[in-house]
């Protein structure tokens, strides 16, 4: 069940929550213990203000292609594609944007026995 937490999108990442990025690997589309969405709901509404807006996946062809991108830091600017970042499969694709985000919001990147994501 989608529940939303109004405080979440204030809600302080600590980067040593790992357990919650195992969470995420295991179940990417839940169901989600409350702190995971509560870090998901997090990651969803904020964006890096050094790099510009939050990353996102833009569908090529649907079922089959995704893109990495970025929003723009204004509303109606152009959508950022970083079209060396397709992807085949929907999971690489939304553990990248997490990846992204995770290293945005707890300002550390993953350690790298979590990088991959076959666990």
Known sequence: MLV???SAAHWPVDP?????VEEFRRRPRG???DELQKLL????W???????GRYVLVVKEPGRRWVLARLPRERGQPVELLSNHVFASLAEAE????KRRWE????????????????
Do not use: N
Not at 16 to 20: C, F, G, Y
């Open 4 to 6: 939303h937490y109004a």
């Open 16 to 20: 040593s929550r790992l357990d919650l």
């Open 31 to 33: 169901p989600h213990s």
């Open 41 to 44: 709901h997090r990651m969803r």
């Open 46 to 52: 904020s964006g890096d203000p050094e790099a510009g």
């Open 95 to 98: 553990w990248e944007v997490f």
């Open 104 to 119: 945005a919001l707890a300002g550390t990147p993953l350690p790298a026995s979590l990088k991959e994501l076959s666990a």
